[in-house]
């Protein structure tokens, strides 16, 4: 384990038992509407997630990645604004958007706003965690790995800081980091 965690809440092996179950209920939803998501993966939290998560779809997708947010220490902000916009047009594409955890979901609500208004034919969620308590808006992830306590957590994709990104594993800092 690193030295700055305080403990695992969530193990490398539950993560890939998990986007495995994920992965096949995705594949099923979407083959009995007989069409493909196109998976678009938030930059940077959603990254280890979505590179376990479609090892386990069996169909033809395609990914893509856009960066909107800033998120400042361990408060989340409201505005977002578009770092990296998507490749190409999404005019009439499924999208299955990728993110690391739904906070107040004021990212989410935003993001889906502007890809439904970019033409996307539906906008569909898939979130590695969910923290129900810190709800701000209206919306929850059609697909969620894991709730988890309303905790400040890092690992597979979430940071402190930028750090802890890649730990294998979603865990709690210990407190002294954040004084
Ligand atoms: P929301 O807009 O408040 O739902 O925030 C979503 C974003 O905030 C996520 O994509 C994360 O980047 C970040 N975030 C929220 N909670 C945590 C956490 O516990 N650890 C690390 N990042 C978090």
Same mark, same amino acid.
């Given at each position: 384990?690193?030295?700055?965690?305080?403990?695992?809440?969530?193990?490398?092996?539950?993560?890939v038992?998990?986007?495995?179950?994920?992965?096949?209920?995705?594949?099923?939803?979407?083959?009995?509407?007989?069409?493909?998501?196109?998976?678009?993966?938030?930059?940077?939290?959603?990254?280890?997630?979505?590179?376990?998560?479609?090892?386990?779809?069996?169909?033809?997708?395609?990914?893509?990645?856009?960066?909107?947010s800033?998120?400042?220490?361990?408060?989340?902000?409201?505005?977002?604004?578009?770092?990296?916009?998507?490749? *190409? *047009?999404?005019?009439?594409? *499924?999208i299955?958007?990728?993110?690391?955890?739904?906070?107040?979901?004021?990212?989410?609500?935003?993001?889906?706003?502007?890809?439904?208004?970019?033409?996307?034919?539906?906008?569909?969620?898939v *979130?590695?965690?969910?923290?129900?308590?810190?709800?701000?808006?209206?919306?929850?992830?059609?697909?969620?790995?894991?709730?988890?306590?309303?905790?400040?957590?890092?690992?597979?994709?979430?940071?402190?800081d930028q750090?802890y990104?890649?730990?294998?594993?979603?865990?709690?800092?210990?407190?002294?980091l954040?004084?």
């Open positions: 384990m690193h030295k700055d965690v305080k403990k695992i809440l969530i193990s490398e092996e539950e993560i038992k998990r986007c495995e179950e994920l992965g096949r209920q995705i594949t099923a939803d979407y083959e009995a509407k007989q069409e493909a998501p196109l998976l678009v993966g938030l930059l940077k939290g959603s990254v280890p997630f979505l590179a376990e998560l479609i090892k386990h779809i069996d169909m033809d997708i395609m990914f893509d990645f856009m960066d909107v800033s998120y400042e220490g361990t408060q989340s902000v409201g505005n977002i604004r578009v770092i990296k916009d998507l490749d *190409s *047009s999404i005019n009439g594409v *499924s299955l958007l990728v993110e690391d955890i739904v906070d107040t979901g004021r990212t989410l609500a935003e993001v889906k706003r502007m890809l439904l208004n970019k033409g996307a034919k539906e906008v569909k969620i *979130s590695l965690l969910d923290k129900p308590q810190r709800r701000v808006v209206d919306i929850s992830a059609d697909y969620v790995g894991f709730a988890v306590p309303n905790e400040f957590v890092i690992g597979y994709g979430l940071d402190f750090k990104r890649n730990l294998p594993y979603v865990g709690v800092l210990k407190d002294e954040y004084e």
